[in-house]
């Protein structure tokens, strides 16, 4: 008798890709399983004209998932992890973490423009990629650009916008990597936490074993020394906070180090500051947990 699995995902073309993918690779590790696609709209997919901080945060992403998944209507579901509250609810853990794609935000031009103008119009709706941009284009005026890929697009192109600033991974898994203008390097833009990984979260106890094949060691690390940081300087809903982990060559293997940046933005005054420390990948968590009390305190310039 087939295993049936129905993964539960966001209706819009880049998550159905994103599920699609790991639906794959649980179809070659799990010989005669059944997989179904099941979608579904979320709140933040329907609120689309208010940024996400004034309207709930990235928990409206998840919720009609994590409902799906309580009353039984799926069995997983596929998340962007970059999208996921940083705290986790005890009944429906992240099950596997897959391999990371490339974790970049990436300067993406009007069709037609080869270099940005003076004075650009940029969009973005991600208060962390206006405030590390700022400082990279000074002269620049930001507006709120919210929606699925395609329409973003259109709307950069319709001459909304000289530029949009995006997640590289979902550019390249939709087959538009060849928009991108611009790479912004780590030291320049810190992404998300958790960008460019996927997350499938699961009930409890349930289909942990059809996952074995698809999680990836190196991003489960780098995901629990990233949302770590995050969590402890209380970021990733009302306020930014940006983290980046990056493995030493070699992965995983004796003498790997991990180097972990974040950027930590203070309530009261505005002011942000980045920094970064190294350590070994078995003290991932600890090591956001360090870095989060590090800036907190006051050490190291202000932006």
């Keep these: ?6 993964v539960g995902s966001r209706e819009s073309a880049l998550a159905v890709a994103q599920s699609r993918l790991v639906m794959e690779e649980i179809e070659r590790a799990v010989p005669g399983a059944k997989l179904t696609l099941v979608t579904m709209k979320t709140t933040g997919d329907r609120i689309l004209d208010r940024p996400l901080e004034r309207i709930g945060g ?34 429906l853990p992240i099950l596997a973490y897959s391999k990371r794609e490339d974790r970049r935000d990436v300067l993406v031009l ?12 940029l969009g973005t709706s991600s208060r962390r990629r206006r405030l590390q941009a700022g400082r990279l ?22 001459g909304d916008f000289d530029a949009l600033i995006l997640a590289a991974a979902g550019l390249k898994r939709m087959g538009y990597g060849e928009r991108i203008s611009r790479y912004f390097t780590v030291e320049e833009m810190i992404p998300a936490a ?12 349930e289909n942990a074993d059809v996952l074995e094949a ?7 690390v780098m995901a629990e020394a990233e949302r770590a940081f995050v969590r402890a300087v209380g970021g990733g809903c009302s306020f930014p906070a940006a983290a980046a982990a990056v ?46 009390a590090l ?9």
């Excluded at 960008?195 to 409890?204: F, M, N």
């Design 110 to 121: 009007r069709e037609g423009l080869k270099e940005l103008p003076p004075c650009p119009v």
């Design 58 to 91: 990235k928990g409206l992403f998840v919720k009609e998932l994590d409902l799906a998944l309580r009353e039984g209507r799926c069995d997983l579901a596929v998340h962007s992890l970059k999208d996921m509250p940083m705290e986790e609810a005890e009944e």
């Design 214 to 220: 698809v999680d990836c060691p190196e991003s489960r």
């Design 1 to 6: 008798m087939k295993r049936q699995i129905r």
């Design 137 to 158: 284009f000074p002269d620049a005026r930001f507006e709120m650009c919210r929606g699925n890929l395609a329409t973003r697009l259109d709307k950069l192109d319709r």
């Design 247 to 292: 493995l030493s060559a070699g992965g995983l293997s004796e003498d790997a180090l991990i180097t972990l940046s974040g950027l930590y933005y203070e309530e009261e005054s505005g002011r942000w500051k980045t920094g970064s420390l190294k350590g070994r990948p078995e003290e991932a968590g600890e090591l956001g947990r360090r870095l989060a």
């Design 295 to 303: 800036l907190s305190r006051g050490e190291g310039p202000w932006n």
């Design 194 to 205: 958790g960008q460019g990984i996927l997350a499938v979260q699961g009930r409890a106890g």
